[in-house]
């Protein structure tokens, strides 16, 4: 499993971003929309295994392989994007512009959303027989999912949104550090291994990832859960997407970069045999 050392790495972060920023609309938007699409339907895969075996951490383990092949396949998410173009910018490439960011991130958030949205509809019909029938067990779930991390957090107001918040910025470390991953590796089984673990992470610690709750959520109020639209709006992906952009460029973006392409200045070590000829 050919490993690239972090310098290696981290110029290929920045070459990544440049490259997505510079994308076309069109290869953007299928990008991101294959992402949203092949991500929730891990959700919905790791919510199936944990409501059949009551396991969740065996959820867990397995949701990543939806993660793996979306960035194995070159799709795009949000709470990637969030991380690998500022670094273009940062660095100044030719072309990248904060205008060309935003754009990027407007493409890749509709894209994502409207691919989970599509396997949203799915699941919900799958779950109740073309909503012939009351949802099935894993369709409940899901309800209570979003009732719990909607209406949860707005029963404790400003403590509710700062602890959303806070785990929407640690979702975003293991994510990102997930989409590192991908790029430190030269083989199919590398970035596998480098992508699983923090993925595993953050989906076990039941962080908060604006592209699992673009399905989550919007799966919820198909299947008549109790909360609103505005309720997951403000109560969750809204809040989420800022924690995201927050802690992923915080925690592994900048950091990386700072210390992998920016490094601070070296030492001037003074040899022993000049340090004896000064004092003599």
């Known amino acids: 499993m050919a490993y690239l050392v972090p310098a290696e790495f981290v110029t290929k972060m920045v070459d990544a971003g440049e490259s997505k920023v510079l994308m076309s609309t069109r290869d953007t938007v299928i990008r991101a929309y294959m992402a949203g699409a092949i991500l929730a339907l891990a959700a919905w895969f790791a919510v199936t295994i944990n409501v059949t075996t009551g396991q969740p951490l065996i959820g867990a383990i397995l949701f990543p392989v939806g993660f793996c092949i979306l960035y194995l ?4 998410l949000l709470t990637g994007v969030f991380v690998l173009t500022p670094l273009a910018l940062i660095d100044k490439r030719p072309g990248v512009t904060v205008k060309g960011v935003l754009r990027n991130w407007g493409l890749v958030f509709c894209g994502n959303f409207a691919g989970a949205f599509t396997v949203a509809v799915f ?3 799958y779950v109740t027989f073309g909503f012939s029938t009351e949802p099935n067990a894993v369709g409940k779930a899901i309800g209570v999912i ?3 991390r909607t209406l949860g957090y707005a029963h404790y107001g400003a403590a509710g949104m700062l602890t959303l ?3 929407a910025m640690l979702c975003n470390w293991m994510v990102s550090t997930g989409v590192v991953g991908a790029m430190i590796s030269t083989s199919v089984s590398g970035k596998v ?3 699983w673990m923090p993925i ?6 039941v962080f908060e990832h604006s592209i699992v709750n673009m399905f989550l959520f919007p799966s919820g109020l198909l299947l008549g859960a109790k909360f609103s639209l505005m309720d997951y709006l403000i109560w969750n992906e809204i809040p989420t997407v800022l924690g995201n952009l927050v802690g992923g460029l915080s925690f592994t973006g900048l950091t990386l ?3 992998h392409v920016r490094t601070g200045a070296k030492k001037n070590v003074v040899p022993a045999a000049a340090l004896v000829k000064r004092v003599a």
Do not use: S
């Open 257 to 259: 970069y700072a210390t």
């Open 193 to 195: 291994i480098a992508m």
């Open 123 to 125: 699941m919900a019909i």
């Open 200 to 205: 595993m992470v953050f989906f076990y610690m």
């Open 165 to 167: 918040f806070v785990r």
């Open 146 to 148: 979003g009732e719990n």
């Open 73 to 76: 396949l070159g799709f795009d």
